[in-house]
């Protein structure tokens, strides 16, 4: 199969934005790159690179992207220069030109995120989580990533059930089996993405705990009681989206991790969570992003 690598340049400032553009547009993977100055130092000038299938209607594609570094610029974002470049790959080239960037990587206390052809040489109290994110979302680099295995480390208990919508490579879903959930399921509505994480569930040896299904909560099947915890790492809208029909598989008490969330969209998301009634009882940031973990249950205070 062939794909389309689509290039921006960007400024530092923009970058995250752009880079969350591409993956809304339909990348299925984002590079990012910052370029050096001619002294070495850091420019502040980037690249985000993403990810299309060939067949992608390029013309528009380009054309979505200038309306939106226009808008950003309208709204007093310093964009940089804003080429666009566009150019044809192989899958393996695809493949291959992910696999620089990754390199084993802790997150929290305990879980250490490692692809395939990377050597790791574990600590005693380490959880090592075996990835190869293909063309799935998850290789445990991005900020929204690494805010919910945090915040999974801190809430999966031994014998919770989990239920991790949005699964991409199974990251999340693998972490918390790791972590001592009894039985954790993992949605996606992208096959491509269920195929990655299949294998990763089985390079981990988790496939007694994590069952994958494709598609979204609609079509859940085999959850026979209620869960004590559902991870979301989307965005805003979805995760609205999906709430009410949440609320008959979480036990009241239960956690939801809320991910995928830009700092400017905090304030309208966090109104929305509270008018469906949710308790924010906690949230961090990362960059420009935020997590956050809620309740049905009223903390009182
Ligand atoms: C940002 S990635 C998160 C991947 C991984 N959970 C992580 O945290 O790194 C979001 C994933 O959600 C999937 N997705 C988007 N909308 C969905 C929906 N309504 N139901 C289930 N999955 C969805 C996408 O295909 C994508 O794989």
């Known amino acids: 199969m062939k794909w389309m690598e689509v290039g921006v340049s960007t400024s530092q400032e923009a970058l995250e934005l752009v880079s969350n553009f591409l993956m809304e547009l ?18 502040g000038s980037c690249i985000a690179k993403g990810y299309f299938p060939c067949e992608v209607p390029l013309a528009e594609l380009v054309g979505q992207i200038n309306a939106y570094l226009a808008m950003l610029e309208h709204h007093g974002v310093s964009v940089g ?6 150019r044809a790959l192989q899958e393996e080239d695809w493949a291959s030109s992910w696999k620089q960037y990754f ?12 692809p395939d052809w990377e050597p790791y040489e574990a600590g005693p109290h380490e959880l090592v989580i075996h990835i190869d994110p293909g063309m799935a979302f998850g290789t445990g680099k991005h900020e ?22 949005g699964t991409g490579s199974g990251i ?36 007694h705990e994590v069952s994958l299904q494709e598609g979204s909560l609609s079509g859940l099947d085999g959850v026979d009681s209620p869960l004590d915890l559902v991870v979301i790492n989307i965005r805003p809208d979805v995760i609205l989206s999906l709430l009410e029909p949440l609320r008959r598989y979480l036990k009241p008490e239960g956690i939801l991790i809320l991910s995928g969330v830009l700092q400017s969209e905090l304030e309208p998301f ?13 949230q961090r940031s990362r960059g420009e992003w935020i997590t956050l973990v809620c309740t049905w249950v009223f903390s009182g205070s």
Do not use: H, M
Request: with cysteine.
């Open 26 to 43: 339909g990348s299925q993977g984002v590079v990012l790159e910052e370029l050096p100055f001619p002294d070495g130092e850091g420019s």
């Open 81 to 86: 220069s804003k080429a666009i470049q566009t």
């Open 103 to 114: 390199k084993p990587v802790r997150v929290g206390r305990r879980l250490v995120i490692k």
């Open 144 to 165: 929204t990533t690494q805010l919910c295995l945090e915040f999974l480390e801190e809430e999966v208990y031994p014998g919770a059930r989990v239920l991790d919508v």
């Open 172 to 207: 999340l879903a693998i972490a918390a089996a790791k972590l001592g959930a009894s039985r954790v399921w993992g949605l996606d509505t992208d096959p491509v993405a269920l195929r990655y994480a299949r294998e990763n569930v089985i390079k981990n040896a988790v496939q």
């Open 270 to 282: 966090i109104k929305a969570l509270r008018t469906a009634q949710l308790t924010v009882k906690g």
